[in-house]
Nanobody, 118 residues
């Protein structure tokens, strides 16, 4: 079983910054790819950014140049640094991990709310 716990969400003004964290507990599993997804009200969940176990990153076009995904493999922690936030970034942000223990499994965190508003 892998458990993911997000933190760092909140209310921020347009142009502001937030840093999301996702702490993973993974007894017996190895974690491979990790990612941040978000879901805004009335919209489908979308991929924001992903990172492989070797640090290769990928971003959706709307956040390129503003968001940075990173991970600390020794501490099993995923981060998302979000700068120059705008109201369109308002959503629940979810941590995702692809874990391996004989076969691959997909795990999700509970989500953390990010609200960008003046």
């Amino acid at each position: 079983q892998v458990q993911l716990a997000e933190s760092g969400g909140g209310l921020v003004q347009p142009g502001g910054s937030l840093r999301l964290s996702c702490a993973a507990s993974r007894s017996g599993f190895s974690i491979h790819g990790m990612a941040w997804y978000r879901q805004a009200p009335g919209k489908e969940r979308e991929l924001v950014a992903s990172i492989t176990s070797t640090g290769i990153t990928n971003y959706t076009d709307s956040v390129k140049g503003r968001f940075t995904i990173s991970r600390n493999n020794a501490q099993d922690t995923l981060y998302l640094q979000m700068n120059n936030l705008n109201p369109e970034d308002t959503a629940v942000y979810y941590c995702y991990a692809r874990a391996f223990r004989g076969v691959y499994f997909n795990y999700w965190g509970q989500g953390t709310q990010v609200t960008v508003s003046s």
